[in-house]
């Protein structure tokens, strides 16, 4: 596995596909996702000038992150116990799975007591699906409404997962519809932003970027297939 070539071939794949779309690929930022990569890989992704990195458990990220360069920009993307938030709060740039209230809760009462501004994504679970978290897109206006009026929480736009497909563009549905909302709740209520859409992992980004990601989380097709 050789990530200078890797990631090499995904900005490639990125620039067509935002071109395919009429956007300019420098609008789209890349995560890279570390869960499971040991410390001396990430090292090289950094050497390469990756700088922004995702983790899924606050276990393995909290391991990790006194390792590497201070200076790199964190964002948490899996399901956060509460109890844990408090551990990250101060370390992370952005969490992209906020899927229940009594995390937007947990959220805004560690940001306070840290006297920082903790900045989110709503996770919303378009397709459905009973294995993974988050709002159903239904939900998702009127937590936003409530969760915008949290203290020390700031609610920046929201993430999806697509469900596993063969042909990719069979989830196209899912980011257009997540898009599609983000936009209505960008009209509809007062004080949030929704400029960011997480959306599209290595199976499906460039679905993703064709129907306005603007983050996306890569761990495959940077580092190789995980065990
Ligand atoms: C693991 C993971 C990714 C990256 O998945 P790949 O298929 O390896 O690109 C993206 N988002 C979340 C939430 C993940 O847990």
Known sequence: MNIKENLARVQERINAAARRAGRDPADVKLVAVTKTIPVEIINEALDLGVFCLG???????????????????????????????????????????LDRWSLAEAISRAACEAGITARALIQVNVAGEATKYGLSPAEAGGFARAAAALPGLELCGLMTIAPVCDDPGEVRYVFRQAAELARRMKDNIRGIKMDILSMGMTGDFEIALEEGANLIRLGAALFGARN
């Open 55 to 97: 983790e899924n458990k606050a276990q393995e990220f909290l391991c990790k992150q006194p390792l590497l360069r201070q200076d790199i920009e964190w964002h948490f993307i899996g399901h956060l116990q509460t109890n844990k938030v408090k551990k990250i709060i101060d370390k992370v740039s952005l969490i992209h799975s």
